[in-house]
Structure formats: structure tokens, C-alpha cells
């Protein structure tokens, strides 16, 4: 009998970043085939916080808050910006 191959499949945990650094609210599942393909999808529910995505106890990869979404408090602008 022929038997179906399938890929195994890993759960991660994929958390938003808090200002102060702490791991903010309820993870997001992603569910994947390798740590590059949750990567990936994990990109996707980026915004104004950085994402980090977890394997069970082992942190795979920090995703960077997309930098048009990311808000400055008032009075600062980001670096390498000069005033004209």
C-alpha cells in the first residue's frame, strides 16, 4: 500500500513586542514546515511592534515592526533623519 508522505508540521508561537521589550498578549499559532516558511508568515501580522517568533523554548527569529507603521512620540524623529 502506498502511503501518503506528508511533511511534519510545527506550532509556533509568534508574540507582538512591547515598547519595553516584554512579550505583550496572546500568541499568535502559526502553524509550518520549517522555521524559514514561519518566518515568513509571521511577517504578515507585523505592524507598529516587532514580533518574536518562538518554537517551544527556543526563540527563533525576531521579526522589525514595518517602519511606516511604527508611531514617534512627539518631538523625536528617527535617526539618520537631519534637520534641514
Known sequence: MDQLRC???VS???FAVSDDGRLNGVPRIIVATDDREAAL???GF??????ELWDGARLVTRVAA?????VQPAGLRPQGVERV
Do not use: I, T
Open 66 to 70: 514595518h517602519p511606516s507603521e511604527v
Open 12 to 14: 509556533y508561537r509568534a
Open 7 to 9: 511533511s511534519p508540521q
Open 46 to 51: 507585523v505592524d507598529r511592534h516587532p514580533l
Open 41 to 43: 508568515q509571521a511577517e
